[in-house]
Nanobody
């Protein structure tokens, strides 16, 4: 069983940046997919970014602004979020599809 712990959320002004980190404990191989999802109030959870064997995919709404990366030595996946908008406000979750493991979520609020 993989356990995931996210960190790095918070309050930021529009146009600002945040860096989310997710550390996995348990067996996660470098080729296993890792992803970030988000869920805004009243909306369904949606895929933000995914990385698997070096291939990155992004939701259209975040392309060019968000970057997903991994540090396999640390079993960590990072989401760098730039040019944040109010519509990026949500709880962000780390996910490992293998075993369907989810983190507890970290709140990101973009507001002036």
């Amino acid at each position: 069983q993989v356990q995931l712990v996210e960190s790095g959320g918070g309050l930021v002004q529009p146009g600002g940046s945040l860096r989310l980190s997710c550390v996995a404990s348990g067996r996660v191989y470098s080729w296993d997919a890792m992803a970030w999802y988000r869920q805004a109030p009243g909306k369904q959870r949606e895929l933000v970014a995914r990385m698997s064997s070096g291939t990155r995919t992004y939701a259209d709404s975040v392309k060019g602004r968000f970057t997903i990366s991994r540090d396999n030595a640390k079993n960590m996946v990072v989401l760098q979020m730039n040019s944040l908008k109010s519509e990026d406000t949500a709880v962000y979750y780390c996910h490992v599809p293998l075993g369907d493991s989810w983190g507890q979520g970290t709140q990101v609020t973009v507001s002036s």
